[in-house]
């Protein structure tokens, strides 16, 4: 609702008994004078809802004075002749003040609750941003929009974020954008403490800082603009104060929680993803150092009584197994690499043909068993890439299906442009397929489809080829092949065309 | 006739090559020794950086095997120094996996490169091709055959089992470099600094659809090369010749 200035609330209180006077004028000789005087009754009745208590009360003296000089005998005169229209001017000046008293009232009334509901409306926000925001640094951003909001006035959060000193405290709103002088070294001083009360002072520049606290710690300091004291507010204001101050620190405080509670979660999965790295690279190791260990005891204890194409055979068998430890041992580094996440890229104009062909020469020995076909699309553009990676990407694809389905069946290895340019590559194969939960799980690290098998592999293979294929720009998913089978397909952009020569 | 002429002067040379082993492990070293010997090269031995590059500066040696990992020096050094003695080729040991590092000792002046672990065959291979170019660096080699692809550089024709395949002269000189070098990798800065000019060090581009271009001529299979070798994140490999 809106309130004209005071002077004008008088004007319209003038104004009002002045077209009740011109309404009634042409009508005094119809109607007598009891109603004239409720027509002015109705006037300052009116006064006294819209206008408050002083211009109604000056309404009913303006209508008293209006009746008497207007209508009541004789006319055009102050003077009152009438014993009853004396009566009944009295009885309109009483109701007139005691109506406006009451209307005065519901006025003050209906100004509380809508301020009650702006403020509620403030809380109802604050909590509601508070409650999609991620982070507390995220959250104390929010502080100084509902502050404005609920008070008129400029505040920020100064934070204790980390127990590192050389962390430096997030503030809600940047020192240097506060459109207020304040002292630093009060809300360090705050936060620094281990004071458990809730504690608030004003500094030099006359900025009120407030500590919020949660159970155990500071959390933040409230920093608000000078002149503003909540010492001035009415009980209302105060309470409102209060209660803005108490969502705030609850929601930090939960969201801190939250943030710990996500770095605990964190710290123990890396644990389980250690744990489970060493028992898949040992595991990887003990069976061919087995094998080998076998072998070579063979070799050692029965040199006599082992004829020349058996110990040819263990021989062989040494020197597998042996490449096949070490090849462990170079992705097992590989992938250490990788996982620390300082991957750079390399990318450099490169030919998927050559990629492919270095792929499957790292391959040979281990493909023996199984029918790879390639069907490349020719004249594929020169792609922007890390060949390095990219081969590591289809070398693990391929190794997959030899892991995965039964040997002799066939590979299908398949190359083309889509129609917005950019090139996918399939691996095709004629094994079990994936099914949609398996998909899920497949690209999680440390996943390996039957833990317990024979089969090697630290299950960090799909992981990071997605990682690899993500820092390309591309994307590596899977889908079920027709006729049983899966396709691992990826999908690299070739935004970046070479135009002088292609 | 000719051929077997300088595969019987190539015999003469063998033996009196001298190949010298910096690398501070004592068994791989000791293997490497009774992996090579017997094929009638003369080893030294060293196991420090500082005392390598002596022996190389008092025996002239015709090829150093140089570990990476050294204690006493970073290896690059060591090929820096070397580069600055001899023109001997240098063969690099790498137990390190990552591509920049060959990439970085190849660009020093090393001349080729072996991952650790490595078989015997591979070694051997590497030693020879390494040797032969030393060789044909002193002499013109007349032609190149190897597994029915042929060379002939006095007509300048290349044949793939007998069959005549056209080049343009861009890739006839890419060919020509790589079959110099045949056997021996050679990185991407190499070929386009031979081929192209020095200007053109860093288009790998050209060099990526030139080597397409020659791969689809020369190969049955492109995707499954036979002769040219791709080394990923380094450059190419020509097979050795028969």
């Given at each position: 609702?809106?309130?004209?200035?005071?002077?004008?609330?008088?004007?319209?209180?003038?104004?009002?008994?002045?077209?009740?006077?011109?309404?009634?004028?042409?009508?005094?000789?119809?109607?007598?004078?009891?109603?004239?005087?409720?027509?002015?009754?109705?006037?300052?009745?009116?006064?006294?809802?819209?206008?408050?208590?002083?211009?109604?009360?000056?309404?009913?003296?303006?209508?008293?004075?209006?009746?008497?000089?207007?209508?009541?005998?004789?006319?055009?005169?102050?003077?009152?002749?009438?014993?009853?229209?004396?009566?009944?001017?009295?009885?309109?000046?009483?109701?007139?003040?005691?109506?406006?008293?009451?209307?005065?009232?519901?006025?003050?009334?209906?100004?509380?609750?809508?301020?009650?509901?702006?403020?509620?409306?403030?809380?109802?926000?604050?909590?509601?941003?508070?409650?999609?925001?991620?982070?507390?640094?995220?959250?104390?951003?929010?502080?100084?929009?509902?502050?404005?909001?609920?008070?008129?006035?400029?505040?920020?959060?100064?934070?204790?974020?980390?127990?590192?000193?050389?962390?430096?405290?997030?503030?809600?709103?940047?020192?240097?954008?506060?459109?207020?002088?304040?002292?630093?070294?009060?809300?360090?001083?705050?936060?620094?403490?281990?004071?458990?009360?809730?504690?608030?002072?004003?500094?030099?520049?006359?900025?009120?800082?407030?500590?919020?606290?949660?159970?155990?710690?500071?959390?933040?300091?409230?920093?608000?603009?000078?002149?503003?004291?909540?010492?001035?507010?009415?009980?209302?204001?105060?309470?409102?104060?209060?209660?803005?101050?108490?969502?705030?620190?609850?929601?930090?405080?939960?969201?801190?929680?939250?943030?710990?509670?996500?770095?605990?979660?964190?710290?123990?999965?890396?644990?389980?993803?250690?744990?489970?790295?060493?028992?898949?690279?040992?595991?990887?190791?003990?069976?061919?150092?087995?094998?080998?260990?076998?072998?070579?005891?063979?070799?050692?204890?029965?040199?006599?009584?082992?004829?020349?194409?058996?110990?040819?055979?263990?021989?062989?068998?040494?020197?597998?197994?042996?490449?096949?430890?070490?090849?462990?041992?170079?992705?097992?580094?590989?992938?250490?690499?990788?996982?620390?996440?300082?991957?750079?890229?390399?990318?450099?104009?490169?030919?998927?043909?050559?990629?492919?062909?270095?792929?499957?020469?790292?391959?040979?020995?281990?493909?023996?068993?199984?029918?790879?076909?390639?069907?490349?699309?020719?004249?594929?553009?020169?792609?922007?890439?890390?060949?390095?990676?990219?081969?590591?990407?289809?070398?693990?694809?391929?190794?997959?299906?030899?892991?995965?389905?039964?040997?002799?069946?066939?590979?299908?290895?398949?190359?083309?442009?889509?129609?917005?340019g950019s090139l996918i590559v399939e691996v095709i194969d004629q094994g079990p397929g994936i099914t949609s939960a398996e998909r899920e799980r497949i690209f999680r690290k440390f996943t390996r489809l039957d833990s317990e098998s024979a089969t090697t592999g630290v299950g960090l293979g799909l992981s990071l080829c997605r990682t690899i294929i993500e820092l390309h720009g591309g994307e590596l998913d899977v889908r079920p092949a027709q006729g049983g089978g899966a396709v691992f397909f990826l999908i690299i952009p070739t935004n970046k065309v070479h135009s002088e020569l292609s | 006739m000719n051929g077997e002429m300088s595969q019987a002067d190539a015999e003469v040379l063998v033996l009196s090559e001298t190949i010298l082993?910096?690398?501070?492990?004592?068994?791989?070293?000791?293997?490497?020794?009774?992996?090579?010997?017997?094929?009638?090269?003369?080893?030294?031995?060293?196991?420090?950086?500082?005392?390598?590059?002596?022996?190389?500066?008092?025996?002239?040696?015709?090829?150093?095997?140089?570990?990476?990992?050294?204690?006493?020096?970073?290896?690059?050094?060591?090929?820096?120094?070397?580069?600055?003695?001899?023109?001997?080729?240098?063969?690099?040991?790498?137990?390190?996996?990552?591509?920049?590092?060959?990439?970085?000792?190849?660009?020093?002046?090393?001349?080729?490169?072996?991952?650790?672990?490595?078989?015997?065959?591979?070694?051997?291979?590497?030693?020879?091709?390494?040797?032969?170019?030393?060789?044909?660096?002193?002499?013109?080699?007349?032609?190149?055959?190897?597994?029915?692809?042929?060379?002939?550089?006095?007509?300048?024709?290349?044949?793939?089992?007998?069959?005549?395949?056209?080049?343009?002269?861009?890739?006839?000189?890419?060919?020509?470099?790589?079959?110099?070098?045949?056997?021996?990798?050679?990185?991407?800065?190499?070929?386009?600094?031979?081929?192209?000019?020095?200007?053109?060090?860093?288009?790998?581009?050209?060099?990526?659809?030139?080597?397409?271009?020659?791969?689809?001529?020369?190969?049955?299979?492109?995707?499954?090369?036979?002769?040219?070798?791709?080394?990923?994140?380094?450059?190419?490999?020509?097979?050795?010749?028969?």
């Amino acid at each position: 609702m809106h309130f004209p200035s005071i002077l004008l609330r008088y004007g319209y209180g003038l104004l009002l008994v002045a077209l009740v006077t011109l309404f009634v004028w042409p009508l005094r000789s119809i109607i007598g004078a009891p109603s004239i005087l409720l027509a002015y009754l109705l006037g300052v009745f009116l006064a006294a809802y819209r206008l408050g208590l002083g211009p109604s009360i000056l309404a009913a003296v303006l209508s008293a004075l209006a009746f008497a000089f207007f209508f009541a005998p004789p006319i055009f005169s102050f003077a009152i002749s009438d014993l009853q229209n004396l009566l009944g001017l009295m009885v309109m000046l009483t109701v007139a003040t005691v109506t406006s008293g009451l209307a005065g009232k519901l006025r003050e009334q209906a100004a509380i609750s809508d301020r009650r509901q702006r403020q509620a409306v403030v809380l109802y926000q604050l909590t509601e941003d508070f409650s999609n925001s991620q982070s507390v640094k995220e959250a104390v951003q929010l502080v100084p929009r509902h502050f404005r909001a609920g008070f008129d006035a400029d505040a920020f959060i100064v934070l204790k974020t980390s127990d590192d000193p050389h962390e430096d405290d997030v503030v809600g709103q940047h020192p240097n954008n506060a459109r207020f002088s304040w002292d630093r070294r009060i809300s360090d001083q705050f936060l620094k403490g281990a004071s458990a009360k809730n504690l608030s002072c004003v500094d030099e520049y006359g900025s009120r800082q407030t500590l919020l606290m949660s159970a155990q710690a500071p959390l933040g300091v409230l920093v608000t603009e000078p002149g503003f004291s909540p010492a001035g507010f009415d009980a209302e204001g105060k309470s409102f104060f209060a209660n803005f101050q108490k969502q705030v620190t609850h929601h930090l405080e939960r969201l801190k929680l939250a943030e710990e509670k996500q770095r605990v979660q964190m710290q123990i999965e890396s644990e389980s993803i250690r744990n489970s790295l060493l028992s898949g690279i040992s595991h990887d190791l003990r069976t061919p150092l087995t094998r080998i260990l076998g072998a070579a005891s063979a070799l050692a204890l029965k040199k006599m009584t082992l004829s020349e194409m058996s110990k040819d055979e263990l021989t062989q068998q040494i020197q597998d197994e042996a490449r096949h430890m070490a090849d462990v041992m170079n992705k097992v580094l590989e992938m250490a690499r990788l996982a620390q996440g300082d991957i750079q890229p390399n990318l450099e104009w490169n030919d998927l043909e050559e990629i492919v062909g270095s792929s499957i020469a790292r391959l040979e020995p281990s493909l023996s068993g199984w029918d790879l076909r390639l069907s490349m699309a020719p004249n594929l553009p020169l792609i922007w890439v890390d060949a390095v990676l990219l081969q590591q990407v289809l070398v693990n694809l391929i190794e997959n299906v030899t892991k995965y389905c039964p040997v002799g069946s066939s590979i299908e290895l398949s190359a083309r442009l889509l129609e917005d340019g950019s090139l996918i590559v399939e691996v095709i194969d004629q094994g079990p397929g994936i099914t949609s939960a398996e998909r899920e799980r497949i690209f999680r690290k440390f996943t390996r489809l039957d833990s317990e098998s024979a089969t090697t592999g630290v299950g960090l293979g799909l992981s990071l080829c997605r990682t690899i294929i993500e820092l390309h720009g591309g994307e590596l998913d899977v889908r079920p092949a027709q006729g049983g089978g899966a396709v691992f397909f990826l999908i690299i952009p070739t935004n970046k065309v070479h135009s002088e020569l292609s | 006739m000719n051929g077997e002429m300088s595969q019987a002067d190539a015999e003469v040379l063998v033996l009196s090559e001298t190949i010298l082993l910096i690398e501070d492990d004592g068994q791989t070293r000791r293997i490497l020794k009774s992996s090579l010997a017997p094929q009638g090269w003369k080893i030294l031995e060293s196991a420090y950086g500082e005392d390598g590059i002596a022996k190389v500066d008092e025996h002239r040696p015709d090829l150093v095997i140089l570990d990476l990992g050294l204690p006493d020096m970073d290896g690059i050094e060591v090929v820096g120094v070397i580069r600055t003695l001899t023109a001997s080729p240098v063969l690099i040991l790498s137990a390190r996996t990552q591509e920049s590092e060959k990439i970085r000792a190849l660009d020093a002046g090393a001349d080729d490169y072996l991952t650790k672990p490595f078989g015997v065959g591979e070694l051997e291979a590497r030693v020879r091709a390494l040797l032969r170019r030393r060789r044909n660096s002193l002499e013109i080699q007349p032609a190149y055959h190897s597994h029915g692809l042929y060379v002939d550089f006095a007509t300048r024709t290349v044949t793939r089992h007998g069959n005549p395949i056209r080049l343009t002269p861009i890739e006839y000189r890419l060919l020509a470099v790589l079959v110099k070098n045949a056997g021996v990798v050679l990185t991407h800065r190499n070929l386009l600094r031979q081929v192209w000019g020095p200007g053109h060090a860093n288009d790998i581009q050209y060099l990526r659809i030139y080597m397409g271009q020659l791969r689809h001529k020369l190969e049955e299979d492109p995707a499954r090369p036979k002769y040219l070798k791709t080394e990923i994140g380094v450059g190419y490999r020509l097979l050795p010749p028969e």
